[in-house]
């Protein structure tokens, strides 16, 4: 993950450690908002149907299981993908590594020439990481593949589903506390509340103006609540 770099030194140093933390953080994030949009906006269609507080909570409910799953399907397939792209450039590695290992430490000091080092002392630099872990190096500086950051498709799923859950349980949760005849408002109010709150999240995580990404968030859940309430309505009186 690449990010912005300050011309301050001082802040970098930081600044990268946070990215770092940001990327599963953020991606959790962006993912509750879809959890949040589509299960109120679910629950407020059928509500403004007259539908009763059962049917609402069955709809509900089968709203939060069917999203988690199919984040967590979308999540493992795109991974799982990108998983089997990064072991087919180190399953090659290692093969040329085998069949040609002094062209491979040529190729290497090259790359550290290429980054500003004297030659000399980029092949010294290139045997030296070589001996240490051979492979390691030739992943990290060729590839640019992290070992501590390789593709994980059954953890992403698993994140994607949970996140999705918990936040899927912010409209449910204000349907069952609020009393009858304001379920509605309240379900609409309490989650587009939420959806600030985490729009801001997001853009303080992310380093962007809180202001913009939070009424983008909050205008579009809204807009999704409003046509599925006008939908809810028209239909329910068929
Ligand atoms: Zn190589």
Request: glycine share 10%; charged share 20%; aromatic share 2%.
């Amino acid at each position: 993950m690449l990010r912005r770099r300050t011309d301050r030194a001082g802040r970098s140093h930081r600044e990268t450690h946070q990215s770092g933390r940001a990327g599963w953080l953020r991606a959790a994030v962006l993912g509750s908002d879809d959890a949040i949009v589509s299960t109120a906006s679910l629950v407020i269609g059928v509500l403004a149907s007259s539908a009763s507080l059962a049917a609402t909570l069955v709809a509900g409910a089968a709203g939060l299981v069917a999203g988690a799953m199919s984040m967590a399907v979308g999540e493992y397939v795109s991974v799982s993908s990108q998983r089997d792209a990064e072991q087919a450039d180190i399953a090659r590695e290692t093969q040329e590594l085998v069949r040609d290992p002094q062209a491979e430490l040529h190729e290497l000091a090259t790359i550290y020439r290429k980054r500003g080092i004297e030659e000399g002392l980029a092949l010294k630099v290139a045997e030296q990481l070589s001996a240490h872990d051979r492979l390691g190096s030739h992943m990290r500086d060729e590839l640019g593949i992290d070992q501590a950051s390789l593709a994980r498709p059954l953890q992403a799923a698993w994140i994607s589903a949970t996140s999705f859950a918990s936040f899927a349980l912010v409209p449910l949760a204000a349907l069952l506390a609020s009393p009858p005849g304001l379920r509605l408002p309240i379900v609409g109010a309490l989650s587009l509340a939420s959806l600030a709150a985490l729009g801001a999240l997001g853009a303080h995580l992310g380093g962007a103006p809180l202001g913009r990404a939070t009424l983008r968030v909050t205008l579009g859940g809204a807009l999704a609540m409003t046509v599925t309430a006008a939908l809810g309505r028209l239909l329910g009186t068929l």
